[in-house]
């Protein structure tokens, strides 16, 4: 169904000017057929033979050794991090940005003040200072040959916001969250000034070809119940909502969306009614409890550890099983918490995918 | 209650070793009497006038002139840092331990494989090792002069192996977890000889003068139910059984026991039948929800958010206001989920302590 091309003549906004790479015109509609729906099936929460499986990357070493095993042929694999589409995002607002080896991404001039948000680029042509993630995208599903659906990606709001305020990865994330606590004011501008910006992103990466959204509000667990209700969840709710409406307004077909809040346990119940078909949980929440908290309602994703797949194969698949155990067969959606380590084995990912394949066929036939 | 002297006479163990500060024997008995019993009485669970309130601090410099405030002369403070209790430990061990600054210990030479367990000093002679520990509680018990309790404190073992596998910080313990995936007999291995250090040094900081202790499972956010419950909790419910055995043993009162698993929200209901009278919990548990899960049993700690200390004060009395509610008025210590940041107002630190005592005085009387 996510398949479904645009129809670029009916764009209004933005979106509609989108490079296509294939010459003479509408691209969209040449987007090879999708052979396997089963991701997206799931995430919309209808009944799937099994349960499919995806993981993010952290770093890129293993990926072609992984594609060439079995496995790799029939597993919804993304190929950005979430590090790197923070990074462009906040480019795109005039944000300067640097990769340090180890570190992701660092800014040199972080924000420190309230005045500083006046130096960020507002509002942001989208498509001027983003077009070459789009031309990526499109590209990318072009490669796929419909193998798997694409994913696309963006980091939520306060993510985002730590990141520009911190200047880089922090333990406590302590100046950010100094701004929600003295700056409030200043902070929810910043928020609503990055929710202007994700919109058109999202929307631009559909239109480019994604075929599901993941945002990640990877900084979650710094927040608590009370900060997270008032800085976080707000933008979150926002964010789907003017998405959906944007994909609408530009005549694209819904796209499912995927809110995953790593070490957002508190916000479960929340998160489940936040406008998203499928929330992510990290392998420190039970997935009988988390179903139990959220209801029906919406597909969960996750959870295996990823440290799990240091472990022999076959623990690798005890691991798989009670995991699958504990989402039960349907609207489940198998994930790391995490991306994967680069040390890691790529034959035991191939495990941990194959291992998901037969335990969740078997499962259902229980 | 728990400032009764200790008849070193009864003592057969390494415990009745320790040094003396005050010339010609018992010195134990010279402690000065405790005035302030508030925080001892709210942690073995009985009726208080007002919550108790503690802080650890992370460095050191605004100590002195928050002891000079009026709120620090009514005040539970330690005197170290969680991250110093883990450098003492292992360096009892034998492993080289460097402080660098903001990053916390580190170890040059950091466990890689099972053989290097060998190279560990053990049985650790904690006296020997880590008399200065002790002498440094003794003479610090002295100078309190009995305006408040003074706490003793310990990493529990899962936290201390993550330090001697990763060799310093890490953001996802990954070498750690390699070990409980790959060689869990190896792993266990470790974290039994990490429990026999840590048994005689708590009841050597008794011994010594401490009248409470704190046992922090501060890396418990990475692991997950399944290795907390294999991992973690079968040593942190080891240590409570034998401090307390060991205790009697040497003929000492009991003092009350504190276990903080940081980001252990899963296994609250576990920690709070490990055998201590405090469970602490952090700014991401709401403490109804807590209190509900734990059960009457024990007294619980915490949990403001320490970056509220950078909110105004009349937000900070707000927030206190709001936790002390949700806490209830009895079985609460007042606490930070974490340590004071080096940049904290020490104004903020008293606007805190006394929000607490005003608030919390005020509930008992609605």
Redesign the interface.
Known sequence: MEETGLSSSSSPSSVSRIPCPSPGGDCHQAFPELQNDTFLRAAWGEATDYTPVWCMRQAGRYLTEFLATRAGQDFFLTCRSPETCCELTLQALGMQVTMVPGKGPTFPSPLRAEKDLDRLQAPVDVDKELGYVFQAITLTRHQLAGRVPLIGFSGAPWTLMSYMVEGG?S??M?QA??W???WPKASHRLLGLLTDVLVPYLVGQVAAGAQALQVFESHA?H?????FSEFALPYIRDVAKRVKAGLQEVGLAPVPLIIFAK?G??ALEELAQAGYEVVGI?????PALARKRVGKSVTLQGNL????L???KE?IGQ?VE?MLEAFGPQRHIANLG?GI?P?MDPAHIGAFVEAVHRHSRRLRNK
Chains 1, 2 share one sequence.
């Open positions: 990865g333990n406590t302590a969250k100094r929600l606590y003295q667990g927040l608590g119940p009370e900060l070490d346990h508190y990290d392998w420190k929440v039970n550890d990823p440290c799990a240091y472990a022999s623990k691991c009670e995490h380590y040390d």
